[in-house]
């Protein structure tokens, strides 16, 4: 959970045409929770670490069934 900043994501899963794998599509906004200013690269960096903290947590999931 982030102090800065209020962030909402959704995910959909789509199986391939021949069921093998699975398409992941992460969508995610950002609200400022702050009146103080954050360097833009700041909220990047946040915004990329929370992007693979969630990917590598889907994979455990799917890797666990």
């Not at 794998?21 to 833009?40: E, G, H, S």
Request: glycine share 8%.
């Amino acid at each position: 959970k982030s102090q800065a900043q209020d962030i909402e994501g959704e995910y959909q899963l789509e199986p391939s045409p021949d069921g093998a794998k699975t398409r992941l599509t992460y969508m995610t906004t950002a609200k400022d929770k702050v009146a103080v200013p954050f360097p833009q690269s700041v909220l990047d960096s946040a915004g990329r670490e929370t992007f693979v903290n969630t990917v590598r947590g889907l994979q455990k999931v799917v890797k666990q069934g």
